[in-house]
């Protein structure tokens, strides 16, 4: 018997409130793809205000950067009174340090961007700032789930819960995607998302020889591209991110499969694959489509969105088939038959 919303650990309120600064999480990691998708990162070249104003005119790539900075005030604001909320009303410690400490991610995330922007777009900085976004993006998943009767439900059972027989794939493919992410902010702030401008073949070969041959192939093909020419390091870079997407798919074939032989009846588990899956297959297709499309921004956007999308699931999913306690998890090893 499930527990009804009206029981979460501090109600409703904060149940639903908490969902909600995960919503806008992910809508704000979908804008500041777009700030990056469309070339507008330094639109607006002063920082924090904007033209020495709070309201710019919103016209071309201003109305992506201010966007941005609007949106991130907005979860800024919401991460501040989830974090007050918890502090005031949470009794366990440890979800009010989170709370804590996601308001200290998106401050220090806040200062990130600004730097980027007075600094004149540094890779390091750039890169560091889309990686702490998804970090934050977990941190909030994780204050939500706390929040839910889901979780209240396990707590209330009191029993000990056996290791799931997919823990440590879901843990693996947690590690996948998180990296995947880094390199996908690697490429895009270095801009290797076209150094290989054709698919399924790689510089005109299914093999990839990352040899003369291949680079003055890719050239040739984005010189057509009215492109300018890469380097073979950008080369490997993008080929690290098709690379480890194969991986990542290779691993959520394996927790099907396992969750298909264990899990059939067990549906809001079930369920959850099921929609990772999907997430997943839909993330290759715009992966593929952002190549073909050469890059077209609402396209790469969205790949950038869903690519959070599936790490938001994959922490749930996590969440879901961990045990509460420490002691009954065993997290670095597949558990034993």
Known sequence: MTTPLSNCPNGIFLSLFSKLVCVSTLFLIFVG????????????????????????????GI??????????SLVGFLTLCLAVCLARVEKRRWVKY????????????????????????????????????????????????????ERLNREIKGSPEPVSK???????????IYVQLIIGA????????LAIPDFPQMGGSFLPGF??????????HRFQMNLPSVIMPQIMIHFGHRLWAGLILIWVV???????????????????????????LIQVGLGIAT???????????????????????????????????????????????
């Open 63 to 72: 109305f992506y950067e201010h966007s941005h900075r609007m949106v991130a």
């Open 98 to 149: 989170l709370g804590f400490a996601a308001l200290a991610v998106v401050i220090l995330q806040g200062l990130l961007g600004g730097i980027t922007v007075l600094f004149l777009l540094p890779k390091p900085i750039s890169i560091s700032h889309g990686i702490l976004a998804q970090t934050f993006f977990i941190l909030t998943i994780i204050i939500a789930y706390s929040q839910s009767a």
């Open 33 to 60: 793809s777009l700030v990056t998708s469309t070339g507008s990162g330094l639109a607006v070249p002063d920082w924090p205000l904007s033209y020495g104003t709070l309201f710019p005119p919103m016209v071309g």
């Open 291 to 337: 190549v073909l499309s050469e890059k077209f921004y609402t396209i790469t956007s969205a790949h950038v969105a869903t690519g959070a999308l599936a790490l938001g699931f994959i922490t749930f999913l996590l969440l879901r088939v961990s045990p509460l306690s420490i002691k009954n998890t065993a997290f670095c090893f597949p558990p034993t038959r």
């Open 211 to 220: 040899d003369e041959k291949m680079l003055i192939n890719i050239n040739w």
């Open 166 to 176: 997919i823990l440590w794939d879901c843990s693996i493919i947690f590690a996948l």
């Open 254 to 280: 394996v927790l099907t499969i396992k969750t298909f032989r264990y899990y059939t009846q067990e549906h809001q588990m079930f369920k959850t694959v099921l929609i990772l899956d999907a997430i997943i």
């Open 186 to 193: 690697i490429m895009r702030h270095t801009s290797s998302g």
